[in-house]
């Protein structure tokens, strides 16, 4: 079951400590994503990248940062900033967004907790 | 704005009843939606898509640009279709997701 990795599974964290969450791709998809999933809010987008060294902000950046070195790799830091940082993370590649196959592939998401 | 709006949070059905999903959007121009899955312990999934016109394990969508609606429909409910179900309306690159529909199905 290949495709979109995110490691850890879970993962505990003191407040005010950063953490960096994991996400790979063996998809060979330009496009990558990073959601946070909440009980009655759905998914919202926290960051995205297009191409190799560029990302964009999401709806939800503030206490988040990202980055994209490889076309496979594109990590989420959970900065002390960040307010509410318990959630349920997923991570999310994407075919080319021309024609009609537009598609998503999810990981498994990662369960970050903050105490 | 772009907006997607699921007004069920949960649905309970008993197996073999009928099951719709509601799914509302707003759009400024030709929308492109989605459902997708989330099975217990299992990755979210897509299930279907509207330009594709296809059912998937017996559940269908049609979009109504009328209604602004893209309602999930499946005429005979199985314990097996229990899921987080969401709503996705296609932006650009991105994608914008309601704020989901647990379904249980009933034995």
């Known amino acids: 079951d290949g495709g979109i990795t995110q490691s850890p599974k879970y993962l505990f964290r003191k407040e005010g400590q950063n953490v960096t969450l994991s996400c790979e791709q063996n998809?060979?998809?330009?496009?990558m994503y990073w959601y946070r999933q909440d009980p009655g809010q759905g998914l919202r987008l926290i960051y995205y990248?297009?191409?190799?060294?560029?990302?964009q902000k999401g709806d939800i950046a503030e206490g988040y940062s990202v980055s994209r070195e490889k076309k496979e790799s594109f990590p989420l830091t959970v900065t002390s900033a960040q307010k509410n940082p318990t959630a349920f993370y997923l991570c999310?590649?994407?075919?080319?967004?021309?024609?009609?196959?537009?598609?998503?592939?999810f990981g498994p998401g990662t369960r970050l907790t903050v105490t | 704005a772009q907006r997607v709006t699921q007004p069920e949070k949960l649905l309970s059905v008993f197996k073999g009843a009928p099951v719709e999903l509601k799914c509302n959007y707003s759009?400024?121009?030709?929308?492109?939606l989605f459902w997708y899955v989330q099975y217990s312990r299992q990755r979210l999934q897509l299930l279907l898509r509207?330009?594709s016109r296809e059912s998937i394990k017996g559940f269908t969508a049609d979009l109504n640009k009328g209604e602004t609606s893209f309602h999930l429909k499946k005429p005979f409910a199985q314990e097996e279709d229990s899921a987080m179900y969401y709503c996705?309306?296609?932006?650009?690159?991105?994608?914008?997701f309601g704020a989901g529909t647990i379904l249980r199905v009933k034995s």
């Open positions: 999310a590649s994407s075919t080319p967004s021309g024609g009609g196959g537009y598609e998503q592939y």
């Open positions: 998809l060979n998809h330009d496009a």
């Open positions: 990248s297009q191409i190799v060294n560029d990302f």
């Open positions: 759009y400024s121009g030709s929308p492109e």
């Open positions: 509207h330009i």
């Open positions: 996705a309306l296609r932006k650009g690159n991105k994608l914008v």
